[in-house]
């Protein structure tokens, strides 16, 4: 079981510039988080999909950001146009549908410029 | 509301003797889970132990244990004998719900841990 899998690790990009992070959870877990981690708001959920299918997309600061589950075993976070106060690490996790178990990857870090 | 409260931004423990970190919660659902999670200066988030709130006995994991006490909503966890790779931020999460939606995890603000030679 090679856990959760976030590309890239580190991304370094320009103001106005698109960033897509990418997320290949566990196979068999059926529920995907996106969380976003900063030193002012600690960690917070953006987006969770359940069944591939987006549950709560509140935590979503605008609409520049978006994100996708085409399928159970693959799910994209885009932000369009990316902004400095975008910077930030980017996890991701996944889980069954049972209440434990939630898995993170080792998170992607942004950096905004 | 705050669901999740960690009142201890920082915390000092000398090495090999125990240390509690508190976490208070605050939900009306009757079901729910909770976590607790350490992210070392590397970055990862690594699951440490688990509480089910219809558990009748506190979680442990090895050196680990939870004091769970439900009336009062806390979810204390407890490392024994502390070592010097302890050090790090410690988070408390919950999960709501039984239901079929997955249910997201609720984090509070955490602990860091600073274990002393």
């Known amino acids: 079981d090679a856990g959760v899998i976030q590309s890239p690790r580190h991304e370094v990009t320009e103001m106005g510039q698109e960033v897509t992070l990418r997320c290949k959870p566990i196979s068999g877990h059926n529920s995907l988080f996106w969380y976003r981690q900063t030193m002012m708001r600690g960690l917070e959920l953006l987006i969770y999909f359940n069944n591939n299918v987006p549950i709560d997309d509140s935590g979503m600061p605008e609409d520049r950001f978006s994100a996708k589950m085409p399928n159970a075993s693959f799910s994209t976070l885009k932000i369009q146009p990316s902004e400095p106060r975008d910077s930030a690490v980017y996890f991701c996790?996944?889980?069954?549908?049972?209440?434990?178990?939630?898995?993170f990857g080792s998170g992607t870090r942004l950096t905004v410029v | 509301a705050q669901k999740i409260t960690q009142t201890q931004p920082g915390m000092f423990v000398q090495e090999k003797e125990a240390v509690t970190l508190d976490c208070t919660y605050d939900t009306s659902d009757p079901s729910y889970g909770l976590f607790w999670y350490k992210q070392p200066s590397s970055g990862e988030m690594i699951f440490l132990i688990y509480?089910?709130?219809?558990?009748?006995q506190n979680a442990t994991e090895g050196r680990y244990s939870l004091n769970f006490q439900k009336a009062r909503k806390s979810a204390n966890l407890v490392i024994s004998a502390s070592q010097l790779g302890d050090s790090a931020m410690y988070f408390c999460a919950m999960r709501e719900g039984r239901d079929n939606q997955g249910g997201k995890l609720i984090f509070g603000q955490g602990t860091e841990l600073s274990v002393k030679p």
């Open positions: 996790a996944s889980s069954p549908q049972e209440l434990e178990g939630y898995t």
């Open positions: 509480q089910g709130s219809y558990d009748q």
